[in-house]
């Protein structure tokens, strides 16, 4: 009897929940464009331990990277400030398309999932997405299928995770942190590992690793939420701009130079 | 990548700028869960038969989702409702002190309820046959005791919340290991040093409170003569 209760009360209160939104009228939501520039800031979401896109520098306790440069220059553009939320990659997508971010600047490639809910702004790099092995291993591929048997690590929710998902017999193993991703390729528990190719560097002068395989990734762009053309416009312009004068060139020289 | 500090050095660091966000979240989510919590207890044991299915619900709702989750919900799809604290570190902070609350909530209420139904029926009508009213017994009578014997409980809900708030690190509050991840990332070479000072931090903190409320505390209890056991 009181389990029964129980049940109808859960299906009555989440059945009004849902019905609740239909019931009040519906407002136009003010352009994102015009939010962002009444608060006088930008919130934008990224995750950091990527080098050199976007790290914590330990040093003054702040956010530093190519990512965050580049953020600020379309801040600047713009006329606002920035304010950084930094939180996990899966997380960052739900986030702005929720709107408790108006912007995701970390390092993300522009894939046709992605552009299904959030919209990509002007691309302003392409990296390389690499497979990784200890120095002594003997492994050799020529494509991606050919790591079918062996036990390779992702970071969860990137394109690397996305690819390797759709090849079926990859031993797929998720990991939140990347750190922990070499710590296990260094221990053997991997055989290999599929990451964009300018974090090897940083890890490189830690373990003996090599790169045995090389794919040219998609492009890297910002993602805003649909809805806001003049938002996007603004945004395309700053990164156009800044390629105009140099000085988005100047960015990339001095953090992959 | 080598940066300038030595492995004291990123200790200091890592409890300067992580130590007083996971004491704030932990202190004020387990105050917050407290008083929900004993809410929740008081309205399972003693309100009119209906009312406690609220209780019992909110009970089954928390307890069965994961405090990651509820993170995930209130600081990244749900933010904006938060904005009213004033900043957006602000709004980050309440949506991760309210998922540990929330949490805590349903769990210190199943701690309460269970102090609650063992202190002895009899004190209840006792209190009552010398004309006290529900509300006096329960203030008075029943309650004093009831929280002295959830201290063990409480205790362990302390040890859970406070290494629980690691998860906040999820959404970008400066805890001790967002802090450590950092430290990680620009010492590579250092990753197991710096996770066992984390570990260590974490340990001095819990420690003390579980032994004096979870273990010295029910020493006293039996010589109040409260509890059963020997």
Redesign the interface.
């Known amino acids: 009897m009181?389990s029964i209760?129980?049940v109808i009360?859960?299906v009555v209160?989440f059945g009004v929940g849902y019905m609740i939104p239909g019931l009040t009228p519906p407002v136009t939501p003010p352009d994102d464009y015009d939010v962002i520039t009444d608060r006088g800031?930008i919130?934008v979401g990224t995750n950091?331990?990527w080098?050199p896109f976007e790290?914590?520098n330990?040093?003054t306790?702040e956010l530093y990277g190519f990512d965050i440069d580049l953020a600020e220059l379309v801040a600047d553009y713009i006329g606002v400030t920035v304010?950084?939320?930094?939180?996990?990659f899966d997380?960052l997508i739900?986030?702005c398309q929720?709107?408790?971010?108006d912007m995701i600047a970390s390092a993300t490639f522009i894939t046709a999932a992605r552009c299904e809910v959030l919209q990509p702004l002007c691309w302003y790099i392409r990296t390389n997405e690499v497979v990784v092995v200890k120095a002594n291993s003997t492994l050799t591929i020529s494509s991606l299928d050919d790591l079918v048997g062996y036990t390779v690590g992702a970071q969860t929710g990137t394109t690397e995770d996305e690819e390797l998902s759709e090849i079926a017999g990859v031993d797929l193993v998720r990991y939140p942190?990347v750190?922990t991703m070499?710590?296990d390729l260094n221990a053997g528990a991997l055989d290999a590992v599929y990451v964009d190719e300018p974090i090897v560097a940083?890890?490189s002068?830690?373990y003996s690793i090599k790169i045995i395989f090389t794919v040219t990734a998609p492009p890297t762009a910002f993602y805003i939420r649909y809805g806001s053309d003049r938002l996007s416009a603004a945004i395309n312009s700053a990164i156009a701009e800044g390629f105009a004068d140099g000085s988005v060139d100047a960015l990339i020289a001095q953090w992959f130079g | 990548m080598q940066g300038p500090f030595g492995l004291f050095d990123i200790l200091v660091l890592i409890l300067i700028r992580g130590l007083p966000m996971t004491l704030a979240l932990t202190l004020l989510s387990l105050l917050v869960g407290f008083l929900v919590g004993l809410l929740l207890a008081l309205v399972r044991v003693y309100a009119p038969y209906g009312l406690n299915y609220i209780a019992i619900g909110y009970e089954k709702i928390f307890r069965g989702i994961p405090l990651l989750v509820l993170i995930f919900i209130f600081g990244a799809a749900l933010l904006r409702y938060f904005i009213w604290t004033g900043s957006l570190a602000n709004a980050l902070f309440f949506a991760a002190m309210l998922s540990l609350a929330l949490r805590s909530a349903a769990y210190q209420s199943e701690i309460f309820r269970g102090a609650i139904m063992s202190v002895d029926a009899g004190q209840m009508m006792a209190a009552k046959s010398i004309g006290m009213n529900t509300f006096q017994a329960t203030r008075n009578i029943i309650l004093p005791q009831a929280l002295r014997l959830s201290l063990p409980g409480w205790a362990n809900e302390y040890a859970v919340v406070i290494k629980d708030t690691s998860l906040a690190s999820a959404i970008g509050i400066s805890d001790l290991i967002y802090q450590a991840q950092a430290f990680t990332w620009d010492y590579p070479a250092q990753f197991l040093p710096i996770i066992l000072i984390v570990a260590i931090i974490y340990f001095v903190f819990t420690y003390p409170v579980t032994r004096y409320l979870g273990e010295s505390m029910t020493l006293k209890l039996r010589q109040l003569g409260l509890g059963g056991g020997r």
Request: net charge negative; glycine share 14%.
């Open positions: 009181m209760l129980l009360g859960l209160g800031t919130i950091s331990g080098p790290m914590l330990t040093t306790d304010e950084w939320v930094d939180m996990d997380a739900g986030a929720a709107g408790s971010i942190l750190e070499f710590q940083l890890y002068t830690v």
